[in-house]
């Protein structure tokens, strides 16, 4: 992850592309941390990671999305998950540890923002997007421990 300012309400989300060739055209104070995300199970460490900074309230999606992530956060956000915590309308599912009601608040105050394809409009858009105040506290969740082998 690239870190910029904390105090941004912005997170960059480049899916395969690489981070650096998105963040070195932002100013830093205009987003608070620049990562990718592989794969749809990688919505949950970024889950976690927005409830425990709680002031991102936008993800602006971008890049290559060679593995659908991109597509399941998309669903997270707009259907969010069934009883057995699968993504509705893909095959990730969410983390046990996460109390649903937690996983509701993210869905309604987080905001993605869909820029795959369009990425020269990243600058832009990212600019124009105003800091809001942090949707709850900060909770920290952590990882689960994953059984087999690796």
């Not at 425990?52 to 991109?70: E, H, T």
């Not at 599912?93 to 993605?112: A, C, G, P, S, W």
């Amino acid at each position: 992850l690239k870190l910029g300012n904390p105090e941004s309400s912005v997170g960059i989300c480049t899916l395969w592309t690489r981070k650096e060739i998105l963040y070195s055209r932002l100013p830093e104070g205009k987003y608070a941390v620049c990562g990718n995300l592989y794969t749809i199970q990688g919505i949950n460490p970024m889950l976690k990671n927005i409830l425990a900074k709680p002031n991102i309230r936008y993800i602006v999606l971008c890049g290559a999305d060679l593995m659908q992530s991109g597509n399941a956060l998309i669903n997270f956000i707009n259907n969010g998950c069934d009883g057995d915590r699968k993504i509705i309308g893909s095959s990730g599912y969410i983390d046990t540890n996460v109390d649903t009601k937690l996983i509701e608040k993210f869905r309604q105050h987080v905001k993605v923002i869909d820029l795959r394809g369009k990425e020269g409009e990243v600058p832009k858009i990212v600019e124009e997007l105003k800091n809001e105040q942090p949707f709850m506290e900060p909770v920290f969740i952590t990882e689960l421990e994953r059984q087999g082998r690796i």
